[in-house]
């Protein structure tokens, strides 16, 4: 089965804080992304990256960058908290080959407090 | 401006009865949706695909119907199960050869005992 484990279910940051989110994969993905999940706003992509050090802007990247230095890891980073990052946060990765290339396999969430 | 929108926000069926959730997209280029569902303190699961070229993909319980022309999808459960109680999202992708998609709002499912 493939795993995808986010570092921390709970986190609680004050405004201004650098905060980071790490997720780890452990089925030799090339994809990996970050999203945010809102009520009544879905998931939202942040950010993905499709190989170690590649990286693209999803739709709302404002305030946030990312870090993949090894294929099975990817970071994300508020680099000044605000409270309206205050969310769930998902890290997901997908094969990028293969029949089920696409298929995004997700992480418990990270559910992000910012006070 | 939602591209993928899942108009009902929560859905309650009886046990053994069909539950049939929607999924509208405006972007016509999409040609590759997918459905996934997520319980509670989970991440989304994935649940069953299908690609443009076809109008209906069957996985045991679970079937999704696509219709272009009306830009419409739907899961259908059958029967419905208690352990199905959960938030069904669907996604849609331009293509199935990228790996950025749209995920819609969700719909939370209440199947009763």
């Known amino acids: 089965d493939v795993k995808v484990t986010q570092s921390s279910r709970y986190l609680v940051k004050r405004t201004g804080e650098k905060v980071f989110l790490e997720c780890v994969q452990d089925?030799?993905?090339?994809?990996m992304f970050w999203y945010r999940q809102d009520p009544g706003l879905g998931l939202r992509l942040i950010y993905f990256s499709y190989d170690v050090k590649m990286k693209e802007k999803g739709d709302i990247p404002e305030g946030y960058s990312v870090s993949r230095e090894k294929k099975e890891r990817f970071s994300l980073i508020l680099e000044s908290a605000s409270t309206n990052q205050t969310s769930m946060y998902l890290c997901a990765s997908s094969p990028g080959q293969g029949r089920a290339k696409n298929i995004q396999y997700f992480g418990a969430g990270t559910r992000l407090s910012v006070l | 401006d939602q591209q993928v929108k899942q108009n009902s926000p929560s859905l309650s069926v009886q046990e053994g009865r069909i539950s049939i959730l929607n999924c509208d997209y405006t972007?016509?280029?999409?040609?590759?949706f997918l459905w996934y569902k997520k319980y509670p303190a989970e991440g989304p699961t994935f649940l069953i695909s299908i690609s443009s070229i076809k109008d209906k993909n069957e996985d045991g319980r679970f079937t999704v119907f696509l219709n272009k022309s009306a830009k419409h999808l739907s899961l259908h459960i059958v029967p419905s199960q208690p352990g199905d109680s959960a938030v069904y999202f669907c996604a849609a992708s331009p293509t199935s050869g990228t790996y950025k998609y749209i995920f819609g709002t969700g719909t939370r499912l209440k199947v009763l005992a």
């Open positions: 972007n016509s280029m999409f040609d590759y």
């Open positions: 089925m030799d993905h090339e994809n």
